[in-house]
């Protein structure tokens, strides 16, 4: 799978995305929504893993977007600081599943995991 990583800090993108190769998958990382939002357009991943609060536009609203370039697309949204509405909302979006911040790793690896089924 080709999974993109939308994360604006840059250590936790690099570990989630050394984590996605360590699963065998390609991935590529975008460190705002707006350059995420490009990738998706053009079809690149099978999935995304998306922070809630990036700069510029939040999470929830690249959420919002994607759902309009792809209805379908999976993505997980990992957080560190969302409150009850965010969730409430990317649960209405479709998001997958929703992984907090700090996380396991085997969290990551569980969602990958699902992704496949």
């Not at 700069?55 to 957080?79: H, N």
């Not at 085997?106 to 992704?115: E, H, N, P, R, V």
Request: hydrophobic share 50%; aromatic share 2%; proline share 3%.
């Amino acid at each position: 799978m080709n999974i993109l990583v939308i994360d604006d800090e840059i250590q936790v993108a690099q570990v989630l995305a050394d984590a996605v190769r360590q699963q065998g998958h390609e991935v590529n990382v975008a460190h705002d929504g707006e350059e995420g939002l490009v990738l998706v357009s053009r079809g690149l991943p099978d999935a995304v893993f998306l922070d809630v609060r990036l700069v510029g536009l939040s999470g929830i609203e690249v959420l919002r977007r994607i759902r309009r370039i792809d209805p379908a697309l999976p993505v997980i949204l990992i957080t560190g600081h969302a409150v009850g509405a965010e969730f409430d909302e990317a649960r209405r979006l479709g998001v997958v599943d929703i992984i907090e911040k700090p996380f396991i790793l085997k969290q990551l690896s569980d969602a990958l995991g699902a992704l496949q089924e």
